[in-house]
């Protein structure tokens, strides 16, 4: 008897032990918006790259790191967060040239699919909709790094880089002296 | 070729002169016989010539029903230009006509503003906005029709043309390129009347070509108003600068010579869109960095 309630204990303190130290098989991350940054350039009058940026990007990753094909991401970036270090262009990407920010004041990305393609890069299938137009898109995504934050919270890294054309979201204003192709880069950072 | 040159050629001039090519052949009869007004073919003119720019400006819509409040402007021209068709045969039937274009008007922003009022604009707060830019768009537009129907000649065609193409300015000062030029390509076209009707002193512009005008110009400016947005006193002041064909009718100046009462109209319609068109250029050169497009 005595014996029994001893296997039970030490049996509950190994399960519990073990829980403690083994990683949940999937983690769910809320994006950082203070240490993300979602970059865009595009080329002016064929000449040189213009560089902007969203400063509002939130969301959350979920991670998977067992079984990837279960990890998933959703972003939403606010569309009048655009900033390029010009009061009037910021202006005009908000107006009905280009993102039209009153009707369409979210950009939104929604993954489908996530596989690891090797230790560090996972390939993300998905759906961006930009616009009001949604367009599947296949993007590589780099695991930057792991850690903590000051505040002790696990933290996650990541970066990808990606090329869409502007046309194709119905953002026809202004082709070709301003260049169809944006190339998109995004470093996210989350934390749970 | 320079870019803005560009821009002149395929949103101006090339659509002005579709729709002068098209307005000679279905007007013909005009120089022929006297007529009352153009011909009922005019809107569809204007609207070869419009639909033409429109494609190179901004493309086609890429869909049914337009994803973009932009677009819907290429479809509002097709509307506009059929509507022109029905006012052009209802002639005289104010009533019948007012009628229409309530519900065409309500109709059109409706499913423009129909985006907004799901998100910017909720509850009553969008119902007022569609309400009171239905009524503007309509009252303006009815106003204008009753302009045309007694005042014959190039006036109401010139000042018409000549508002479109001042708020174009004011729309591109106001960080709305695609609409600014938009609302050149309604000044190109409507200019394209005024050759027409320049020798053709007791010939009215029509009501198809007036509702061609005022149905694609009012939704630019309810675009302007909802989506840049502009200013609503200055979409205002533009209306009021395309209602000065009225001093026609005032009696001091019917006893003066054709000549005159065209240039009092057009110098108060210049007036007054200075008026508008100054504050917008200042507010637009100092504000931050000068940004060029």
Known sequence: MVYNNIGRWMLAVIVSVAFAVMPASAQTYQIDPVHTSLIFRVKHMNTAYIYGRFNQVTGTIVVDERNPARSSVNIEVDANSVYTANEQRDNHLRSPDFFNTRQFPTIRFTSTEVRRVNANTLQVKGNLTMHGVTRPITVNVLLTGKGRNPQGKEIIG????????????????????????VRVTLSVEAFR | MAFLAQQILWGALLPALLALVVLMAVNWRTWRVAEVSLHWGTPAALAAGYLFAHWRIIGLPLAFPPNDSTEWLFVVAVATALWGIVEQFAGGRFLLRDAGRLVFTAAFAW??????????????????WWGGLTLGWWLWWSF???????????????????????????LLWSNSSSLSQLSGAVSAVAGALVPVLLWRRDTTVGAGSVAFVAGVLGLIWLNAIAFVPVPVGRIVGLAIASLTPVLALLPTLKRRGWWVVVAVCFLVTALILISIMLPTYWAYVASAQTYGY
């Open chain 2, 111 to 128: 499913l423009v503003l129909r985006p907004l009022m799901a998100n910017l604009w909720q509850g009553s707060v969008g119902y007022l």
């Open chain 1, 158 to 181: 990541f970066e990808t880089t990606f090329t869409v054309r502007r046309s194709e979201f119905g953002m026809r204003y202004g082709l070709p002296g301003l260049g169809d192709e």
């Open chain 2, 144 to 170: 204008q029709a009753r302009l045309a129907a007694r005042i014959p000649g190039l006036l109401v065609p010139l000042v018409l043309s000549a508002v479109a193409g001042g708020g174009g300015f004011v």
